[in-house]
């Protein structure tokens, strides 16, 4: 077990940059807070992460004028909002981990989840804990992709069929060490990378996190239809 500067265990902790505005979904307010089954999305993400005990606190990046996130009642004392979510992703995550900085250690874990994933369950988070273990990389969920995949060109016509053998459709959460993943998102801004979610950001170091199964039901709302799907799952018993 890899333990801190300071000889303790390390913990847990879990981010959500929750700053975006949904502009796919066709609605006025942004998708992270559009109602499924009776709570605002965002807030499903949330309780899946505050209901693991091995997570000290979840904490919640918004954009500094988000008018929603104070009607979401969140009265655990495991989370907090930080209203300094920026444009991009990136952005929302690294000042998310610099406002931290005080709380999470570079051996820490830091457990990075969209808000747009609102069928996450506690038993997947536990899962990924349990794979990454003390991996000196980290990992992050995914699924294997079953369809056949192709690639076009700019009219829109295949230009190759790829084959799906070892291809996986990555998920959140996303789990690294603090220190690491700070490391990552500054490097990969320095050296203008594009990166799309922390696990490319990682990968850019040259490093290869682990992927670890997840589920269908964690799929990420990108399209209206996508919520009436999710909204199934939530309604199953997890």
Request: glycine share 8%.
């Amino acid at each position: 077990m890899t333990l801190g500067a300071d000889g303790r265990m390390p913990r847990y902790y879990a981010l959500i940059p929750a700053a975006g505005v949904g502009s796919r979904m066709q609605s006025a307010t942004p998708k992270q807070y559009l109602p499924l089954r009776g709570k605002p999305m965002l807030a499903h993400a949330v309780a899946a992460l505050a209901a693991v005990d091995a997570i000290e606190h979840v904490f919640v990046v918004v954009s500094a004028e988000d008018g929603y996130v104070d009607g979401l009642a969140l009265q655990d004392s495991r989370v907090s909002v930080l209203r300094v979510g920026g444009a991009t992703r990136h952005e929302s995550v690294q000042n998310g981990l610099r406002a931290i900085r005080g709380q999470c250690a570079d051996a820490d874990w830091i457990l990075v989840h969209d808000a747009a994933r609102p069928g996450l369950t506690p038993a997947l988070v536990a899962s990924l804990m349990e794979a990454v273990g003390d991996d000196e990389v980290g990992g992050l969920l995914a699924l294997p992709v079953a369809d056949t995949m192709k690639q076009s060109d700019a009219s829109h016509r295949v230009c190759a069929t790829i084959p799906r053998a070892g291809l996986w459709a990555a998920q959140t959460p996303q789990m690294f060490r603090c220190g690491m993943l700070a490391d990552a998102l500054r490097s990969a801004q320095e050296s203008a990378t594009v990166v799309t979610d922390e696990a490319s950001a990682v990968e850019a170091l040259g490093l290869q996190p682990l992927l670890v199964e997840g589920s269908l039901r964690n799929m990420k709302v990108t399209l209206p239809e996508d919520a009436a799907l999710v909204e199934l799952f939530l309604g199953m018993q997890q």
